[in-house]
């Protein structure tokens, strides 16, 4: 059973095709991500699937609605947590959850356990009766998650859930993330420009540039077609390097720098004594040898051609601004 289906979903805004064809399906109880830099078309994507925006051509089903036959249905089955905070600073963090109870109709009673069983999810039990205005970056996020499981969603759609947060605190919000997951057994939508963020946490990863799919595939498979591992050596002399192209292991030979060559390997334990030999044959100087395994950065790289730039998550305040009125339904 698959939670979402989308067939040549696309969505254009005067002369930008912001997402171009897109045709996916989520599995019930996967972790799906959708990897890309800014300006991708991840947050428009998830708008769509979220009923905020329409497409411009292209269908798709959430939870088996149709997300423009039946939006109303689409929405009471997920849950949302935005790029742009959307909590009430001034009251609790409490009052915030039960208001999100209350707009969505749940019972007092259930709404009261369920309250308590998400907090505790994520690990605010010390703060939930304190203003949300004394919350860190990471609190509010985890508040956040929480609300948009009150109303028992089948799916969470999660755009950017750790945009702005300290190393530290990202790696916490993953762990709350993937407890969120085990316990509720949902569907989780994410999107990030974070390769770690979509390697620790996502079954599934899309890798999207300019509203269409690079590739998509397990974070596993996606890095098995590019070499799991580089071996990089610094030789006297890098000039023949092509030489290590026969060695059967190697998938990829690269010399980015006058001295500097880089092999792509499935398995370096084995590869190495090899690339060694070689070297000794043709009478190559190896000075240093350092292996590395290769990261969805790397796989960015492969199948999109540049680097993921982590300037380009921070968005600019006209940007923030437009994504705001974009939810608010005034643009
Ligand atoms: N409401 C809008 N009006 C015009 N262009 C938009 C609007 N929303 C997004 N875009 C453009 O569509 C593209 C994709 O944007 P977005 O979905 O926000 O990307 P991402 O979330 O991956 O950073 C960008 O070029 C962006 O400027
Ligand atoms: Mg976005």
Known sequence: MNSIETSELTKKFDGITAVDGLSIQVKEGEVFGILGPNGAGKTTTLSMLCTILKPTSGTATVNGFDIIDRPHDVRRSIGIVFQDPSL?????????????????????????????????????????????????????????????????PRVLFLDEPTLGLD???????????????????????????????????????????????????????????????????????????????????????????????????????????KIMRRALELGMEVKTLDVQKVTLNEVFMHYVGREIREEEGKHSAKEMMKHRLQASGRI
């Open 167 to 273: 190393p530290q605190t990202r790696s916490k919000v993953w762990e709350y993330i993937d407890s969120v997951r085990k316990s509720e057994r949902i569907t989780v939508v994410l999107t990030t420009h974070y390769m770690e963020e979509a390697e620790s946490l996502c079954d599934r990863v899309a890798i999207v540039d300019n509203g269409r799919i690079a590739a998509l595939d397990s974070p596993h498979e996606l890095t098995k077609k590019t070499g799991s591992e580089v071996v990089t050596l610094t030789m006297a002399d890098s000039s023949r390097a092509g030489e290590f192209k026969t060695i059967p292991t190697v998938t990829n030979v690269k010399s980015p720098s006058e001295g500097v060559v880089m092999l792509s390997v499935q398995d370096s334990a084995a590869a190495v004594p």
């Open 88 to 152: 009430d600073n001034r009251l609790t963090g409490s009052d915030n959850l039960h208001i999100h109870a209350a707009l969505y109709g749940v019972d007092d009673r259930i709404a009261e356990e369920r309250i308590e069983k998400l907090v505790k999810l994520v690990g605010l039990e010390d703060r939930i009766n304190h203003l949300v205005k004394t919350y860190s970056g990471g609190m509010r996020r985890r508040l956040e998650i929480a609300r948009g499981l009150v109303h028992t």
